[in-house]
């Protein structure tokens, strides 16, 4: 497995949550990494992206003010703390590796896809 992420569950309306997710350090230490999310019946969307050394973080606007995404290579690892979570945020949450290492908001731009974990916020 070279991405697996977790860290989703059910949460309520302002509650907090952090996803992580392990990569191999092998493939993707020098690779940008995103989150992206998908809810029932919608098309999947970007969330957020970091460069390979963590110098550029960019974030959808809708969670602007709210997510962090970070990194840490030596452990492997990317993670996206959401707080202020909202029912609107309910999504299975995807980390991806880009092809290289500039940060992207585009899927086409990411090559390797772990699998999701849940996020559910109720209200």
């Known amino acids: 497995v070279q991405l697996q992420a977790s860290g989703g569950g059910l949460v309520q309306a302002g509650g907090s949550l952090r996803l992580s997710c392990a990569y191999s350090?092998?493939?993707?230490?020098?690779?940008?990494m995103g989150w992206f999310r998908q809810a029932p019946g919608k098309e999947r969307e970007f969330v957020s992206t970091?460069?390979?050394?963590?110098?550029?973080?960019y974030y959808t606007d809708s969670v602007k003010g709210r997510f962090t995404i970070s990194r840490d290579n030596a452990k492997n690892s990317v993670y996206l703390q959401m707080n202020s979570l909202k029912p609107e945020d309910s999504a299975v949450y995807y980390c991806?590796?880009?092809?290289?290492?500039?940060?992207?908001?585009?899927?086409?731009?990411?090559?390797?896809w772990g699998r999701g974990t849940q996020v559910t916020v109720s209200s």
């Open positions: 350090k092998r493939i993707f230490s020098n690779n940008a």
């Open positions: 970091i460069s390979w050394n963590a110098g550029r973080t």
């Open positions: 991806a590796a880009a092809r290289g290492s500039t940060s992207s908001s585009s899927s086409r731009d990411y090559q390797y």
